[in-house]
């Protein structure tokens, strides 16, 4: 039982690039989420899916593209990288009514 | 939408003391409050949660209070000990989505 699993770990990106990191959850979650991680900041909603085949904008959503692609996985794409956009991102899933999360263990990315 | 308060942004209690952690939020409508703790280059795990129909829960050293009346809830540790040491972040839920403090990083002192 894995829980959440992202990758990759970590990721360096030029200005421009895209990319797209995966997020895959074995625990039978409804609900999926993408969050940046900046000092000082706090975690941010970038965007979430309450449930297979429905995306929200979160707090911070610009610059990013989701995709759910089936129960288990969540997507979150670059298309055209800005160092603001250096960060680290975590993925979570939760219960549907219970909202406990569990949490990736991050990817660490730097755009240059 | 929902904004989640935090304070102190940095906190460093004596081994053995008690630490407090305050948050604000400002939907009435949020009914779910969570802690994570976050330990140097991990992932958040959670240590806590309280609904809104709860005033208080208690798991061994660790309590959250909350006040919906002001909107405010706490999170309390007794007996503090090195592994405290760590950023804890407090949340609230509206619907489908949570949203988190910036953060205390607290330091436990020998």
């Known amino acids: 039982n894995a829980g959440v699993t992202q990758t990759p770990k970590f990721q360096v990106l030029k200005t421009g690039q895209s990319m797209t990191l995966q997020c895959a959850q074995d625990?039978?979650?409804?609900?999926m989420y993408w969050y940046r991680q900046d000092p000082g900041m706090g975690l941010r909603l970038i965007y979430y899916?309450?449930?297979?085949?429905?995306?929200d904008k979160g707090e911070v959503p610009n610059g990013y593209n989701v995709s759910r692609l089936n129960k288990r996985e969540f997507s979150l794409r670059l298309e055209s990288a800005a160092p603001s956009q250096t960060s680290v991102y975590f993925c979570?899933?939760?219960?549907?009514?219970?909202?406990?999360?569990?949490f990736g263990s991050g990817t660490r990315l730097t755009v240059v | 939408g929902e904004n989640v308060e935090q304070h102190p942004s940095t906190l460093s209690v004596q081994e053995g003391d008690s630490a407090v952690i305050k948050c604000t939020y400002s939907?009435?409508?949020?009914?779910?409050f969570p802690w994570y703790k976050q330990e140097l280059g991990k992932r958040p795990q959670l240590i806590i949660d309280?609904?809104?129909?709860?005033g208080e829960k208690k798991d061994q050293r660790i309590a959250v209070t909350l006040n919906k009346t002001a909107k405010h809830f706490s999170l309390h540790i007794t007996e503090t000990q090195p592994e405290d040491s760590a950023v804890y972040f407090c949340?609230?839920?509206?619907?489908?989505?949570?949203?988190f403090g910036k953060g205390t990083r607290l330091h436990i002192l020998p």
């Open positions: 979570a899933s939760s219960e549907a009514l219970i909202r406990r999360y569990t």
């Open positions: 625990m039978n979650h409804n609900s």
């Open positions: 899916s309450a449930s297979e085949g429905t995306t």
């Open positions: 939907d009435s409508a949020s009914n779910y």
């Open positions: 309280i609904r809104s129909n709860v």
């Open positions: 949340a609230a839920r509206r619907d489908d989505k949570i949203i």
